[in-house]
Structures are given as structure tokens and as C-alpha cells.
């Protein structure tokens, strides 16, 4: 139909973006990083959120493109943070399971990284907790585990809304844990969410896994987090997603 048409268009032309969300540290309350999200700036209907294009995508068998573009996108906005002299460690993309599945992704991500002269740790690959079953596609293992050996960080999108066995995501060499935003609403002041997000922090810390609350709405949900060990934190209450243009004041006037 239509919108696949034009979305598949959209991806050639260049309209579909990476916008940038905001990664804070609680300790230093510095930058730690943004995830890239994409977004479909259309002439007309203006800008066209990823739920109503994602699945047009993927009918039309362009999520890889997609993540290819993103990945562009987001090596190019390093290379000009690390030329303004602003310091962004790394920059998460997400990717979908069946993008996940692709056998020439590590050698394409890697060429990507040489080709921009940046070393692999500057890209953190967001893949969902949902792929991390018991009986995990064994390329999409494979891959996951390449990318984190190549040095990639690894993170595990929307943790507590699916079903991530610890054994797979230990041995998927995960780095961080996302706490899905379902958790951290109201986390200042309703004891369920604290004791849920206390129990998740206590099983990260045993596991060595870093820790990054999504969703973080208010002064007072930050303010929890850190006191509880929550290592990095994102969400309305510190950033929105931006476009690039937007992220270098962004980041000086917060530092
Ligand atoms: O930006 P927003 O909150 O509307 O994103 C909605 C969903 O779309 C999120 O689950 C996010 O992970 C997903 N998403 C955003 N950008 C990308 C992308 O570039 N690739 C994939 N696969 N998913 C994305
Ligand atoms: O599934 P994933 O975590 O990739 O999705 C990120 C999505 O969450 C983005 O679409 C982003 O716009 C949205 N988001 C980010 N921060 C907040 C927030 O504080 N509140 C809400 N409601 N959504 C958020
Ligand atoms: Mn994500
Ligand atoms: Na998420």
C-alpha cells in the first residue's frame, strides 16, 4: 500500500532520521552516552514516529538498511561530538531481531567502525530482552556474542517485559541492562515500583551488569535511582529525543 511505498522511500531519500536521546550518569552527572531513534521527518504529515513505519519496514525487508542508516548516522554524530571536543562515550542503535539474523552484520558494522576510524566501544548495540531465550537463534547468538568480543557494548532494551533467562544474557556477554520505564514510573514515591526496581538493581549488581532506567520523568524518580545505584539514567525528565543539530548545545549546556 501507500505508506509502504513511501516509507521504503523515505529510507532511500534520506527523510528517515536518527534523533538523540540523552544517557546520564548518576554518579558524575555527566553524559554517558544517547540512543539514536529513528524518525521520519515528513513534508506534509511532519514527523511520523517509528511505531508507523517500523512494521512498513519491515514488510518491505529494509530493516537492515534501516540499521545501517542509523548506524551511519550515529558514527557520524561522534566524529563531530569528538571534533567539538565534547566528550560522548558511546551511542546505543537499536536493532530488531531479524536484523539480528543478518550473517554479515559483524563484518559490515566492524568495516563501518574502521571506516570512521573509531574503536568498537563507541557503539552500543540495543537489542531486546525477547531475543534472549532459552533457544536463541544461534546466528543471532553468534552475532551478539562477535560483536561483543569485537569490543561493541551490549545492551538489553526494555529489561522486565520480557523474558531474558540469566543464563542467556550472561552468556550473550550483556553489559548493561535498560530497565523498561514500566518500572520507573511513580518509582519516587510507590513501594511496589521500589521494591521491584530494588530487586532488579541488587540482581544486576551480583551479575555485573551495569544498570540504565529508562523513562525517567521527574526530579524525584532521578533522585531514587542514583540514591539506589542505578548507574546511568534517560528519559523526558533529563532529555527528549533531538535531532543532531540540537545535540551539541545540548551537551555544553549541560556539562
Ligand atoms: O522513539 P520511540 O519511543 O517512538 O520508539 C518506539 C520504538 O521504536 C522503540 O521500541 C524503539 O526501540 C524503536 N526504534 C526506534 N528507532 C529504531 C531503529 O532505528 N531501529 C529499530 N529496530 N527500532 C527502533
Ligand atoms: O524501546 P525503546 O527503549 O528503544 O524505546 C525508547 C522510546 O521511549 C523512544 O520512543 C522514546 O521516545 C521513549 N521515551 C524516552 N524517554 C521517555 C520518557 O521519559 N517517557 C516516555 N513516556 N517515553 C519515553
Ligand atoms: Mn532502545
Ligand atoms: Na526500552
Not at 532529555?239 to 549541560?254: A, E, K, S, Y
Request: proline share 5%.
Amino acid at each position: 500500500d501507500n505508506l509502504l511505498e513511501d516509507a521504503a522511500s523515505a529510507l532511500q531519500n534520506g527523510m528517515i532520521q536518527a534523533w538523540f536521546q540523552p544517557q546520564i550518569c548518576t554518579d558524575t552527572g555527566r553524559v554517558s552516552g544517547f540512543e539514536a531513534l529513528a524518525r521520519w521527518c515528513h513534508p506534509v504529515k511532519g514527523m511520523i514516529p517509528p511505531s508507523a513505519f517500523l512494521p512498513a519496514l519491515e514488510q518491505a525487508g529494509l530493516l537492515q538498511k534501516l540499521s545501517q542508516v542509523m548506524v551511519q548516522q550515529a558514527l557520524t554524530a561522534i566524529k563531530s561530538w569528538d571534533a567539538a571536543g565534547l566528550k560522548v562515550p558511546s551511542v546505543g542503535v537499536n536493532f530488531a531481531t531479524d536484523e539480528l539474523r543478518d550473517p554479515a552484520l559483524v563484518n559490515r558494522i566492524r568495516w563501518e567502525l574502521d571506516r570512521f576510524g573509531l574503536t568498537p566501544d563507541r557503539l552500543t548495540v540495543e537489542v531486546l530482552e525477547t531475543v534472549m531465550t532459552d533457544q536463541p537463534d544461534e546466528v543471532v547468538a553468534r552475532n551478539i556474542t562477535a560483536l561483543g568480543e569485537m569490543g561493541c557494548h551490549i545492551d538489553l532494551d526494555d529489561f522486565g517485559t520480557g523474558h531474558a533467562s540469566i543464563a542467556s544474557v550472561r552468556r550473550f556477554r550483556v553489559s548493561r541492562i535498560k530497565i523498561d520505564r514500566s518500572f520507573v514510573t511513580k518509582a519516587d514515591h510507590d513501594p511496589e515500583q521500589q521494591k521491584m526496581i530494588a530487586a532488579i538493581l541488587t540482581m544486576a549488581e551480583r551479575l555485573d551488569l551495569k544498570t540504565l532506567a529508562e523513562g525517567v520523568e521527574t526530579a524525584g524518580e532521578h533522585a531514587f535511582l542514583a540514591q539506589l545505584g542505578c548507574d546511568h539514567v534517560q528519559g523526558f525528565g533529563i532529555g527528549r529525543p533531538m535531532p543532531f543539530d540540537q545535540t551539541l548545545d545540548w551537551v555544553i549546556n549541560h556539562e
